[in-house]
């Protein structure tokens, strides 16, 4: 079994409301996990030779132009977007995700929710401030490592998803704050599963193979959470869903074509080459096959919950790309 379907079968697998967080005082890297994420214990050789970030997980990296660029050049745009990746997680799981958590926590959706669930929240919404923790702490080491200053600026993708749900009408809000969280856990870059293959550095490898692990517990409690409150949804609500989930699915499969440019620049291309390469992967039909491709546990939550079994909903996901 593939690691991707290893993922599927756990987050999609059991009973619909059974509790994902079991086991949280023994699994919960927040409880386990020791905090060995230390990037100053770096060899020359390991800096030399492994990777920051895994090419695979970043599209322009795909570029016969950019592969061209040598090790140098590849470890310093994987530098630069693993600082970027870290800063971004932070934001958006204390802006987004956590300020979901404590809708589920204290029963503000728009559908009731058991005490089970609305505890389990608890758990998670300290599992998610911890990944901000940690994350925002490789990226310290790694940024004062490499001499990179990172942007600390609202991130484009978090202030666009904020964006969005400060667009919803009143009446939505909690729902469009629940399925924006609902995407962020279960959306997963299948390139993710490989971080723990040796080839990226140690602390790095670590960070992400410890926040890969709770993410499949978040993964199943956000599938089955969303299969339950989409029955108990009134059909004005279940309408804006259909309408509201691709606009999310999509915000995470978008990269930043300014930031992507800049950084090809400072590592030798042209200005011409390097906006030419950052506008082909960031343009919107690059955006739908790679959500296409890489959202599949998302859309199987949202098949197996019944979204697109209302004909109008399905010619929407059509519509947009997400299925065919």
């Not at 310093?76 to 799981?93: P, R």
């Not at 080839?199 to 992400?208: E, G, K």
């Not at 692990?213 to 059909?235: C, I, M, P, Q, T």
């Not at 004005?236 to 978008?254: E, T, V």
């Amino acid at each position: 079994m593939s690691e991707q379907d290893q993922w599927d079968e756990m987050v999609h697998g059991g009973d619909a409301m059974r509790s994902a967080f079991a086991g949280w005082d023994k699994e919960a890297s927040v409880r386990r996990k020791p905090m060995d994420y230390d990037c100053s214990t770096l060899s020359a050789d390991d800096i030399r030779q492994k990777h920051w970030f895994l090419p695979s997980a970043l599209p322009y990296f795909e570029h016969p132009s950019v592969k061209s660029l040598g090790m140098q050049a590849s470890q310093t745009l994987q530098a630069h977007a693993l600082v970027y990746f870290m800063e971004y997680t932070a934001l958006l799981e204390h802006r987004v995700v956590n300020r979901c958590m404590e809708l589920i926590a204290h029963d503000l959706l728009p559908v009731a929710l058991p005490e089970s669930t609305r505890q389990d929240a608890m758990l998670l919404y300290t599992d998610e401030g911890y990944h901000a923790f940690i994350s925002a702490e490789v990226s310290r080491q790694v940024a004062r490592l490499i001499g990179i200053v990172p942007d600390r600026r609202q991130h484009p993708r978090v202030q666009n998803l904020i964006n969005h749900l400060n667009d919803v009408p009143e009446n939505f809000k909690a729902l469009g704050s629940f399925l924006t969280t609902f995407v962020s856990e279960t959306v997963i870059t299948k390139e993710f599963l490989k971080f723990s293959n040796g080839t990226v550095v140690a602390p790095v490898s670590n960070v992400l193979k410890d926040h890969l692990d709770d993410e499949r517990y978040h993964a199943r409690y956000f599938s089955r959470l969303f299969d339950y409150v989409w029955k108990g949804l009134n059909e004005s609500d279940r309408n804006f869903c259909a309408s509201f989930l691709p606009k999310m699915i999509f915000q995470f499969y978008r990269i930043n074509v300014d930031w992507v440019s800049e950084r090809l620049q400072e590592v030798g291309l042209s200005k011409d080459d390097a906006l030419e390469i950052s506008s082909l992967y960031g343009d919107s039909k690059a955006v739908v096959n790679r959500a296409k491709n890489g959202a599949t546990s998302t859309m199987h939550a949202i098949k197996r919950a019944g979204v697109l079994s209302n004909p109008e909903h399905a010619d929407h996901f059509k519509e947009v790309g997400l299925i065919n």
